[in-house]
């Protein structure tokens, strides 16, 4: 089996989702080589903290080519927290900063109000038709919780794409789809048993629809 490439842009607790595939019987590797990135045959980007700077990191490094060359090539790709919100046009975090623009839409902060920001703890998900049948969630039970650490979320411009949802003052996009691409705005590297089943399935299938 060949290893997992964790691309390390400097951000997130990448040891703690390297442990986590190598508790479900997976290889591995934690670079910010972009020629190793490039040459993955899946590829896992981690990351907290704010958008503008990871997309700087990446775009210094050459890491943010060789993610284009790994998406472009078909080969699964999973995207934790920042991983996921990279995926979209551009975010609002700290002014206007243009994203990956594999999916279309915004990253936008949660609105003042009832509900405290950043959103940290456990929140229950909920399937959409995408995710009931999406084949990473296959050993997720449904009702699951996930655990979340994040002030901003995805807002999808094609509502096909959203595989999960969860409620933090407003229903928001837990989780999207599209093709070999997953992301994921919660951390399953800190979600126990379900986010250990979503590893897996990345680990023995890639996740490829």
């Known amino acids: 089996?060949?290893?997992?490439?964790?691309?390390?842009?400097?951000?997130?607790?990448?040891?703690s989702v390297a442990k986590a595939i190598e508790a479900v019987g997976g290889r591995a590797h934690v670079t910010c080589d972009p020629a190793i990135i490039a040459a993955a045959d899946k590829v896992v980007v981690p990351g907290q903290g704010a958008f503008a700077g990871f997309m700087a990191e990446l775009s210094e490094t050459g890491v943010k080519e060789a993610l284009g060359e790994v998406i472009a090539g078909g080969r699964p790709y999973l995207g934790i927290c920042l991983g996921l919100q990279i995926l979209f046009d551009q975010s609002e975090e700290h002014g206007i900063t243009p994203g990956l623009g594999v999916l279309a839409g915004d990253v936008k902060r949660f609105a003042p109000g009832a509900e405290k920001v950043p959103h940290i703890g456990w929140?229950?998900?909920?399937?959409?038709?995408?995710?009931?049948?999406?084949?990473?969630?296959?050993?997720?039970p449904e009702g699951a919780c996930f655990y979340f650490v994040h002030s901003y979320y995805a807002v999808p411009r094609d509502p096909s794409c959203v595989a999960l949802t969860a409620t933090h003052g407003v229903e928001f996009c837990a989780a999207v789809r599209k093709d070999?691409?997953?992301?994921?705005?919660?951390?399953?590297?800190?979600?126990?048993?379900?986010?250990?089943?979503?590893?897996?399935?990345?680990?023995?299938?890639?996740?490829?629809?």
């Open 1 to 15: 089996m060949s290893a997992i490439v964790i691309v390390d842009a400097g951000t997130g607790n990448l040891r």
């Open 180 to 209: 070999h691409v997953f992301g994921c705005q919660f951390h399953p590297e800190k979600s126990q048993k379900s986010g250990l089943a979503l590893l897996a399935a990345f680990v023995t299938g890639g996740g490829a629809r």
């Open 123 to 140: 929140n229950e998900v909920s399937r959409t038709a995408t995710g009931r049948t999406d084949p990473l969630l296959g050993g997720v």
